[in-house]
């Protein structure tokens, strides 16, 4: 029997979407102990949020995140706004004994990721920050065949996100469209955005990151910022590269910027081991990418895994082998495993807690781009 979870949304915007259909399908693919019910949706425009309720089906809409702490109709709040707003809502959240399920990355910095870890411990309420990309299937079977042992030991892990949207001097800093480039808003640059999650899956796969050496770029200094109608300093990394050591011995090299003519989300990853290696490309999420080196040296090659059979991770709710899922669907899995940890009593990963690792990896890559040196993560 699944028990009725009342859900309040906060953010319509790019992520809002994303979990609203996440909580629209979850039941209908996977069995969880829980029934999402769209309660109420919050935004900061009454009419957009308006217009969000009917093609989503809320039963209401506010325009201050606080009226949906206050209301005792609502058991999980789930924060999809920009990243300066996550730690007022969230401690709030946790303080009213709600659930709370919060987009990437956590905060703004590792003392306020540790904050908001401690208030979701100390309420015993169950969280989960939105790293999404370790529920695509074919990123999660390489977890397997990692734990398994199949690529033995790791020597190396490669990793970048690349987009190209900022190129442009005329894009605009601050303001609800272009948040993403005022430092007050997102705390940092790519380093937060994209990095976060190449780090969270990083971290995931292949264990602890021990230091970090990084460098960041602004390529363009000064931006109109739409609150203000000023030209401004731009205080965000436009691009960074960082190499680091894992605590198992192997290399990281790590690339992140929006400055990569003619890529728009293209996140891959790859590890080395002594007896395999693994390649996936968020382009191509459907595959995995696999090199064994026992392979019969006459046929030996990259092999292109398409991730649809019902053995592999997920897919058994899904279709019938050979069709394919998409970026949507990472959503949902997440969302199905957070269900399930709630009734289990079980937090599924990454929590409030594993997030303050990615945190504090984006906060010594920032101290060591500032500093020239190498700097270690604890
Ligand atoms: N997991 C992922 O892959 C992924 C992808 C994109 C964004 N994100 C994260 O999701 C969060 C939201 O990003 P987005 O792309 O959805 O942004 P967005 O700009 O599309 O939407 C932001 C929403 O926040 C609302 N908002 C802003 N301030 C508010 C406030 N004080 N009270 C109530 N609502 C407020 C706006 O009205 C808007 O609806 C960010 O933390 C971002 O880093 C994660």
């Known amino acids: 029997m699944t028990k009725p979870l009342r859900v309040g949304l ?22 969880v102990p829980y029934q999402p019910q769209l309660k109420v949706i919050c935004g900061l425009e ?20 606080r009226r949906v702490i206050e209301r005792d109709d609502i058991d999980l709040v789930d924060i999809c706004v920009p990243n300066n707003v996550h730690a007022e809502i969230a401690m709030a959240a946790a303080k009213a004994g ?19 870890a401690a208030a979701v411990e100390e309420a015993k309420v169950p969280n989960m920050v939105s790293f999404n990309y370790r529920r695509v299937p074919a990123v999660t079977l390489a977890k397997k065949l990692l734990d398994e042992g199949r690529l033995g030991r790791v020597f190396h892990y490669r990793s970048q996100f690349l987009q190209d949207w900022t190129i442009s001097a005329d ?7 272009t948040w993403r480039l005022d430092a007050k808003a997102a705390g940092s640059g790519v380093t937060g955005d994209l990095l976060a999650h190449c780090i969270d899956t990083a ?18 200094k000064e931006r109109k910022n739409v609150e203000t109608g000023k030209v401004e300093p731009v205080n965000i990394d436009d691009a960074c590269a960082f190499m680091c050591h894992f605590a198992n011995g192997s290399l990281g090299l790590f ?24 390649r996936w490309d968020l382009h191509d999420l ?28 997920y897919m058994g709710a899904w279709w019938v082998p050979g069709l394919q899922i998409g970026y949507e669907h990472t ?16 937090p599924a990963s990454p929590t409030f807690r594993d997030a303050v690792e990615t945190q504090r990896v984006c906060d010594a890559i920032l101290a060591s781009a500032k500093s020239g040196q190498w700097v270690d993560v604890a």
């Open 286 to 313: 459907h595959r995995l990418q696999y090199f064994d080196h026992a392979d019969d040296s006459l046929v030996r090659g990259w092999r292109s895994v398409h991730i649809s059979d019902s053995d592999m991770p």
């Open 255 to 278: 690339e992140s910027t929006r400055y990569a003519r003619g890529h728009k989300a293209l996140y891959t990853l790859e590890l080395n081991g002594q007896k395999a290696s693994l």
């Open 98 to 116: 709600k659930a709370v399920f919060c987009e990437k990355p956590l905060a703004l910095n590792t003392a306020q990721a540790e904050q908001m």
């Open 331 to 346: 959503f949902i899995h997440q969302l199905a495993d957070f269900l399930d940890g709630m009734g289990k009593g079980q």
């Open 203 to 220: 971290v995931w796969l292949n264990g602890g990151i021990r230091d970090v050496c990084a460098m960041t770029e602004t390529f363009i």
């Open 46 to 65: 009454k009419h957009v949020a308006e217009a969000f309720a009917k093609r989503w089906g809320y039963e209401s809409v506010e325009t201050d995140w």
């Open 171 to 177: 894009v605009p800093q601050g303001g609800m469209a």
């Open 10 to 31: 906060i953010g319509y915007g790019f992520m809002g979407r994303t979990h609203s259909n996440a909580y629209s399908q979850v039941n209908h693919f996977f069995d």
